[in-house]
């Protein structure tokens, strides 16, 4: 049997974008507000934006509206007694990106083709 070295050896790395989650029916909408909507929101409530709860610009939802950190997603979720529930999520920077990207092993978790 021949022995693999590590040159010969190649990882898939799926497509950023494989499948729209948004067109699922149970994903709610989300839209990225504009400048425009994003003040008349703050103003509205008083608020500023590091006050409106979070979401990570590595969340699915998030990239596939392509939304960047400091801008504002409106997410509109069906609701049994309201019919619809309109809530804000400010888009920040996900501080564990390394746990989104393909990186070599170490040697000390690599196991030989004799160990397998």
Known sequence: MKE???????????PKKYYDILGHKLVPDHT??????????????????????????????????????GQIIKIIRKSPT??????YRLVVESDTVESFSFTEPSEEFSISSEEM
């Not at 693999?4 to 190649?10: A, D, F, K, N």
């Not at 003040?39 to 934006?49: A, D, Q, S, T, V």
């Not at 309201?82 to 809530?87: L, R, S």
């Open 4 to 14: 693999r070295t590590q040159e010969e050896c190649t990882i898939a790395v799926p």
């Open 32 to 69: 990225i507000l504009s400048e425009k909507e994003k003040k008349e929101l703050l103003e509205k409530y008083n608020i500023r934006p590091d006050q409106l709860p979070r979401i990570l610009a590595t969340d699915p939802a998030a990239l596939s509206t392509g939304a960047k950190p």
């Open 82 to 87: 309201a019919k619809y529930t309109t809530a």
